[in-house]
């Protein structure tokens, strides 16, 4: 059983930085894929910034060139660096991993999300 958590989540003003971190626990054998979603009520939850393993990361055209997504495979974390915030990008961030366990199928693994608030 795969367990992800994220962290790293609050108020911040335009313009500033947040760093959210997403560590994940359990039997990972093989991982395809890690990924940053985001969701406003009453919208549909988007892709923010993805890796799939073996390529380099993707954006959503909302947040080329302020966010960056990278991981540290020692700790199990994966990190989304928000910079240059604006108020549209306030929302619920969640984090997800695209893993298999030994002797099973890929599966989605689901954090339960972190509060971003971007507010003067």
């Known amino acids: 059983q795969v367990q992800v958590v994220e962290s790293g989540g609050g108020l911040v003003q335009p313009g500033g930085s947040l760093r959210l971190s997403c560590v994940a626990s359990?039997?990972?054998?093989?991982?395809?894929?890690r990924g940053w979603y985001r969701q406003v009520p009453g919208k549909q939850r988007e892709s923010v910034a993805l890796?799939?393993?073996?390529?380099?990361?993707t954006y959503a055209d909302s947040v080329k060139g302020r966010f960056t997504i990278s991981s540290d495979d020692d700790k199990n974390t994966v990190y989304l660096q928000m910079n240059s915030l604006k108020p549209e990008d306030t929302a619920v961030y969640y984090c997800?991993?695209?893993?298999?366990?030994?002797?099973?199928?890929?599966?989605?693994?689901w954090g339960q999300g972190t509060q971003v608030t971007v507010s003067s």
């Open positions: 359990g039997s990972i054998f093989s991982i395809y894929a």
């Open positions: 890796i799939v393993s073996g390529s380099s990361p």
């Open positions: 997800n991993w695209i893993a298999t366990t030994e002797g099973g199928p890929s599966t989605d693994h």
